[in-house]
């Protein structure tokens, strides 16, 4: 069969012609170069188009026409097919002329369903009916080297007659085009016949194709280059977790691969980094468990619940809740416990998770590019490793990094050093590379330098650019030599970059927020991913097929156009998808960030930092909130800087940086200082001014400088005076502690019944969530102190009761155990020993179970204390020596002129008057200098057993009676 249309433009030929009177192509003859290809042919016809045309006007039906062949024209050439004869109302293409390929027939097959899907709506409602076969076909070439739509065969014939047997909007391939593609893609199929056709002399298979979906691991498999001993050591080594290290493209994940394709007695569960997420807490876990149970975020709890139980795993409902929250779905419930107490959770259920998922499927574990893991997946697979009794098989691979050599501190991990190639594997991996020569062959190996993925991109750059004289220069880089390919993309270059700016995953409506103007780009997609550029997950996401390769994109965008793209895509996203900018602020900011948006860049950074913040995971809090902070500053400079968000950014990286660092920390000093340096100019609500007052009070009352902190309070009130019940509330507690501290307790009762009249738990509530401690809990506590102190046990033992019920109540759990350790004190002042180490006891075991390092550390220097007061002065004074400094090292020194005075009570039991004279002198400087007047009346009395000793009065009293 011969067509009678230009190769080149499409345009009809005259009888005869030698060239085409449209474009000058040379026309050839039909004995000219004639050359066997395997080539999928596509037949479409435009059903229904007579009788279209004897019911509408000539220009209608021409306009109609002209209409099917330009959507037929542009689908065709995005799947990198060509259009080589048009009959009116029927159209015949060719896929794999530019070079021989499986890949070419599933081009033809998603080239035939995306017309048939998109021309009712192009074309007034009409279909068509589209056949495709693949077979060996001659083709016949021009004197230029060109291929032109001369064609024979019998596969001709039959992709003709397999257009007849579809029906209208229907796809029909042959059994020899499913067979050739199979590797690729598994094809969603409506029918499945044997028939003879009209004019074919064997039975042909037939099968209506309605969609398909791509294999995941659909590309070329690597060669396992001189891998195989370190594949026999994954496989087979004594050592049942190893890491495999090296650089990148040295074959890390092609051996991974092959680990995972040969594993006989199970299957394989991956767990891969993304470099774009690598700041979000146990993501590439919870991507993993999704994936392998079927969950999604509508996945009700007691469908995760039936899941875990399938793999032998029981938790409990507070458990399933967790692992709900933890793996995004939307029925997850919350849960009360610190933030602290949910990081441990959550990667105990994990990892506990992922083994039993191991276990039940007898499969592996693989880690990819540790490099990029967070802390958290890193404590996961080190809780994997350190699992007593398992014999599931763990592979990880990294690059170099400090993260991969501090897990191989641990011998439950071997290491596999992976090395270049030598020259004949090199050699070998070219043979599949036959039109190179052997000159050629020789500077590619030379420089890829024993590198697999270099070697690889370098034949392949080789195949498609180097002239025959030679002319042509190698790329110096893995990196170069992608660009240079993907430069060969043409107008798919452009989908190809600004997929990299989403990262080496991402999901392909989100490229369209960044190309909306390009019709075709979901065909697009999917050409590059049956070329291999991009790799697809099961869930309908895409990869790229190297992460140098997606890097090799990005680099390629200039920079202010690479600005441009983070931005729009951002603006996007707050647009399109809310909910995961909220679930996933920092990768928002990181985008504000890259597109050097000062506009949005504090508010989003800001943001991340609270989502950072409230996972417990500080270092990466305080990276946004002092990108935030820095970006303000040098907008601004030389001015001060006057936006709205600094205030609230500058109490957040303080916050962060003392719960990462302790209070003492010089760098925490210099956060405060900016916060203090900024309440003087920085422009703000009241509200934001009141909660940055609050932080800088809270940070001198801890450190002892309770005189220092009655500035703030001035401030607070004022601010309060003319504010509404939330401002009042935020000043008033800060009121109750300085008059508590301050030793005056009139004055705080005062001000906590104030605040009691104002506080309303439907309002302020959550405010413990900004302040980091709830207002009605403080002041409750303080009237504990005060009605102890007056002899009114009950009214302090209520007191106490009803913050604890209030903190239960609002979810406030974390500050149970300052509740606890707070009322010990109390009752220590009022001389109620017994029942005050039960509170500081209780106080210990909740903060130990809650991991709050602090209040762990202060419950043990008040038990101290009463174990002072109950008469052990042999080995308690040196304890709390040693925790009084631990906690002056962190910055906590409220409260030291009585551990001072305490100490000299217990070298006075002891006979040490010297000693103990020089410590009451001490507590009654550090009091009267830092204004703490809480406990002078303690400090009094051992001043007054001290006069009484150096008198010569007889010995003291039983120091349990003593208060």
Request: include cysteine.
């Amino acid at each position: 069969m011969q067509a009678m249309n230009c190769m080149s433009c499409g345009e009809p030929l005259h009888e005869n012609a030698r060239f085409c009177s449209f474009c000058g192509t040379e026309v050839v003859t039909a004995d000219d170069n004639p050359e066997l290809r395997i080539l999928t042919i596509q037949f479409i016809d435009l059903v229904g188009s007579t009788a279209f045309a004897n019911s509408n006007e000539l220009e209608a039906y021409d306009d109609s026409i002209a209409a099917f062949h330009q959507q037929v024209n542009e689908t065709v050439e995005t799947y990198r097919g060509h259009v080589l004869q048009r009959y009116g109302d029927g159209v015949l293409s060719c896929f794999g002329l530019d070079h021989d390929g499986e890949d070419s027939a599933l081009s033809a097959i998603a080239s035939g369903l995306s017309i048939a899907k998109a021309m009712p709506e192009r074309v007034s409602g009409l279909q068509v009916r589209v056949g495709i076969d693949t077979g060996q076909i001659m083709c016949r070439v021009g004197q230029q080297g060109a291929l032109f739509p001369q064609l024979t065969g019998l596969y001709v014939n039959r992709a003709a007659r397999l257009q007849e047997q579809a029906k209208p909007g229907g796809v029909m391939i042959s059994g020899q085009t499913r067979s050739f593609l199979s590797r690729l893609a598994k094809l969603e199929e409506a029918s499945h016949d044997i028939k003879k056709l009209k004019g074919i002399d064997q039975p042909v298979e037939l099968i209506e194709v309605t969609g398909f979906h791509f294999r995941e691991d659909h590309t070329d498999a690597d060669a396992l280059l001189e891998r195989d001993k370190e594949l026999a050591l994954l496989q087979e080594g004594a050592q049942r977790a190893h890491a495999l290290i090296g650089p990148a493209g040295i074959g890390k994940t092609v051996l991974l691969n092959a680990f995972s394709r040969n594993r006989q007695d199970g299957g394989v569960i991956r767990i891969d980094a993304r470099a774009n997420l690598q700041q979000t807490a146990l993501f590439p876990v919870i991507e993993s468990i999704q994936r392998t149970l079927g969950l999604t975020e509508t996945s009700t709890q007691a469908d995760l619940a039936a899941q875990l139980r399938a793999i032998g795993l029981t938790v409990t409902d507070q458990d399933a809740s967790v692992m709900a929250g933890t793996l995004g779905l939307q029925s997850a419930s919350p849960v009360l416990l610190t933030p602290e107490q949910l990081q441990s959770l959550r990667i105990d259920l994990t990892s506990r998770t992922l083994g039993a998922l191991a276990q039940s499927r007898n499969a592996a574990l693989t880690f990819d590019d540790l490099h990029w893991f967070d802390d958290d997946t890193i404590a996961v697979l080190r809780a994997l490793l350190g699992e007593e009794g398992s014999a599931t098989r763990v592979v990880v691979t990294s690059r170099p990094s400090e993260k991969i050599d501090a897990l191989l501190t641990s011998n439950q991990i071997e290491a596999v050093h992976l090395s270049p190639l030598s020259d004949a594997a090199a050699q070998n991996a070219l043979a599949s590379y036959p039109e190179l020569d052997d000159t050629k062959r020789k500077s590619i190996i030379e420089a890829a330098e024993g590198n697999p993925l270099f070697l690889s991109a370098l034949a392949t750059h080789a195949r498609q650019f180097w002239k025959d004289d030679g002319a042509q220069q190698l790329p110096q880089t893995i990196e170069a030599t992608f660009q240079a390919i993907l430069n060969s993309f043409g107008p798919l270059r452009d989908v190809i970059q600004c997929a990299s700016v989403l990262g080496r995953v991402f999901l392909p409506e989100r490229v369209a927020h960044l190309l909306p103007d390009r019709p075709n780009l979901e065909d697009e997609l999917r050409v590059l991913t049956i070329r291999g550029i991009f790799n697809p997950y099961a869930d309908g996401g895409l990869f790229f097929d190297h992460v140098l390769l997606r890097d090799a994109a990005y680099e390629m965008i200039p920079g202010k156009r690479r600005r441009k793209l983070h931005k729009a895509f951002a603006d996007a996203m707050q647009t399109h998808d809310p909910a995961y900018c909220a679930a996933f602020p920092h990768l928002l900011a990181d985008h504000r960030i890259a597109a050097r948006d000062h506009d949005q860049m504090p508010a989003t950074c800001m943001a991340a930092g609270i989502h950072m913040l409230m996972a417990v995971n500080f270092d990466q809090s305080m990276t946004y909130l002092d990108q935030a902070r820095a970006d303000m500053e040098d907008q601004a400079a030389p001015e001060k800087v006057t936006r709205p968000e600094y205030l609230p950014v500058l109490s957040l990286l303080a916050s962060a940086t003392v719960q990462r660092m302790g209070f003492s920390h010089p760098i925490v000093l210099e956060r405060y200082q900016l916060l203090e340096d900024a309440i003087a100019f920085a422009e703000g609500t009241d509200r934001q001014r009141m909660t940055a007052l609050y932080g800088l009070f809270a940070h001198r009352i801890i450190n002892g400088r309770v005189h220092e902190s009655a500035e703030y309070v001035d401030m607070m009130r004022q601010l309060a005076q003319n504010g509404d019940d939330e401002l009042k509330v935020i000043w008033l507690v800060n009121e109750t502690a300085y008059a508590l501290y301050a030793g005056e307790f009139d004055k705080a009762a005062k001000a906590s019944a104030q605040l009691k009249a104002f506080y309303r738990t439907k309002d302020h509530g959550r405010l413990f969530l900004e302040l980091g401690a709830d207002p009605l809990a403080s002041v409750l506590s303080a009237d504990a102190h005060v009605a102890s102190r007056m002899g009114n046990l009950d009214g302090a033992l209520e007191a106490m009761a009803q913050a604890q019920e209030h903190l239960d109540e609002i979810g406030a759990i974390a500050q149970i155990p300052w509740i606890h350790i707070f009322g010990g004190q109390a009752l220590l002042a009022g001389g109620h020993l017994e029942l005050a180490v039960q509170e500081v006891e209780a106080g210990i075991e909740i903060a130990d179970a809650q991991k709050a390092q602090y209040w762990s550390l202060m419950g043990r220097v008040w038990l101290t204390i009463l174990l002072i007061y109950q008469g052990d002065t042999s080995e308690a004074p040196a304890a709390l020596e040693i925790l009084t400094q631990k906690a002056s090292n962190i910055g906590a020194d409220l409260n030291a002129p009585f551990y001072t005075a305490t100490l000299a009570k217990a070298h006075l039991a002891n006979g040490d008057l010297e000693t103990a004279q020089a410590l009451i002198e001490r507590a009654e400087h550090l009091s009267e200098t830092c204004g703490e007047h809480e406990w002078d009346h303690s400090i009094r009395d051992i001043r007054t057993e001290l006069t009484r000793l150096q008198s010569g009065e007889s010995a003291p009293p039983d120091l349990k009676t003593q208060s």
